[in-house]
């Protein structure tokens, strides 16, 4: 069985040398999305219901396509969109294209009969980011806000329009695993085409 790992199908999207900003044309990819609100406080959302909702629905999509479609694939990074309004956030996780609207139900209904619903609304959303300027911010996560601005001033210097409020954070590897100083994590903001 050959395991599909989408870092490597779309590297441009997920990897990236530190010290660069780069204006990337994201592709449509498909999500398990939930909303959440809180402080802004990583550590303290992957203890949390939304997170943990996120991972449970798509592990089990996950031993669906091994088991049903002879199809494996890597679980990937965490992906938040913090917007404007301060303690609101939307957390999601890319899944391949071939789950079908009929296979997120099922996996839903098949955690509820095993005891292991999800905590939260979950969905599946296709998402087309279009045109993102990003950067990778190594340290803490603390420190993003710097990466961020250095983004948005690349934006301003550059004639790039960001088209909203918001900016995406991807954690490139798990905060719990590597100290503060290790982590990754890709910052990106949509712009106007």
């Known amino acids: 069985m050959r395991v599909n790992d989408f870092r490597k199908i779309h590297k441009s999207?997920?990897?990236?040398?530190?010290?660069?900003i780069e204006v990337i044309d994201i592709p449509e990819?498909?999500?398990?999305?939930?909303?959440?609100e809180g402080e802004r406080n990583v550590y303290r959302m992957h203890d949390g219901d939304t997170i943990w909702s996120i991972s449970r629905v798509v592990n089990r999509l996950k031993d669906m396509t091994k088991l049903g479609m002879d199809y494996k694939f890597k679980l990937m990074p965490l992906e938040v969109i913090w917007t404007g309004e301060i303690g609101e956030w939307t957390a999601m996780m890319q899944v391949p294209n071939l789950i079908t609207e009929g296979m997120f139900s099922e996996a839903i209904q098949e955690l509820e009969f095993r005891k292991r619903s999800v905590r939260v609304p979950v969905y599946l959303k296709n998402?087309?980011?279009?045109?993102?300027?990003q950067a990778l911010h190594v340290g803490?996560?603390?420190n993003v806000y710097e990466t961020l601005e250095d983004v948005l001033n690349f934006c301003k210097e550059n004639g790039l329009v960001v088209k909203n409020r918001s900016h995406r954070e991807i954690y490139i590897n798990q905060p719990f695993c590597n100290e503060p100083?290790?982590?990754?994590?890709i910052v990106r903001v949509e712009v106007e085409d």
């Open 127 to 133: 998402n087309h980011q279009g045109r993102c300027v």
């Open 181 to 185: 100083s290790k982590l990754q994590t």
């Open 29 to 36: 990819l498909q999500f398990v999305v939930a909303h959440g």
């Open 13 to 20: 999207v997920y990897s990236l040398k530190q010290g660069m």
């Open 140 to 142: 803490s996560y603390n």
